[in-house]
């Protein structure tokens, strides 16, 4: 079931549309990964989605409903993280928590005990007594998420959630993350941490200069994904980057022994080990590697212009 969507959703600041015509899909349970390089228009969207922003033209629906006729108790189910700085400065992480539990009507009873569950998951425990203004910029972050996910939303809005942490807290929050996402909850995060997001996503928009080039889930992009032959040689791999150039295969040297070659499909494979084996090429290393997230979206960017 789609729980957000937008159709045609455009921003424009004077001459220039920071968003253009962006429709879009996340729906129930999914970890939407919404990628785009700097000033791509993500944070647009995220506030557009937040009705910080109001759009120039465009609709926004949540579960089916257009986002004007949201009632107060629906924005109860939201959880954002979307600008800094996420807490009072001068209030401990504890006293910030707690102000923002009673702004979202989390019952007295429940507030301790969310506080911990929110706490321990992000690694923030050591800090409840701790001022604001004295954490880490990894630590803030972590606030920030706190808050969003202190009310157990249905919907996660997150705008670079990931900026700061370290590869520790990284996990945690992935961990928590995939964790709501299993219990149904929605989840939409703006990024441009593609490996993060290769962990964590199963649905991936990308966008690139206000417009929306692909929108994609796993097993499509599983589908789509080159393929790579990756070949180590004890000798010089040049030798065999001109062996394949004779046989019109197009190949990256990677290093002096090391040699990438896109393009083969896993079929093909034994008849070229085969080959190679008889021009006596010293294999060391001969396995398929998968295009990562990063270079699919550098490549889809570069082919979207
Ligand atoms: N209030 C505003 N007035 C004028 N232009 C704006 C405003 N807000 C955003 N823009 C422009 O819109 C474009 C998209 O900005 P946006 O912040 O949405 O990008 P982004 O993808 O979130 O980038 P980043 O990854 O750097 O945060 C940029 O060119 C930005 O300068």
Redesign the pocket.
Known sequence: MAIIQTKNLT?R??M?N??CNISLTANEGEIYGFL????????????MLLKM?RPTSGEIYYSGQPISKLSSEFWNQIGYLIETPHAYPNFTVEENLILYAKQRLIPDSEIKKRMDSVLQQLLLDAYRQVKAKDLSLGNNQKIGLAKAMLHKPKILLL??PTNGLDPEALVAVRHSLIEMAKNGATIFI?S?LLDEMEKLANRIGI?AN?HLLRELNLSEFERERQSNLYIKVAGSAKNLADYFTAKNLQSTLLSEEEILVPGVSIRQYSSLLKQLELQNFNLMIFRPVQESLESFFLRTIKEGH
Request: aromatic share 4%; proline share 0%; glycine share 20%.
């Open positions: 921003k600041y004077g220039k920071s968003v785009g390089l700097n000033g791509a228009g993500k944070t647009t969207t995220m506030r922003v705008d670079e703006s441009h966008v206000g």
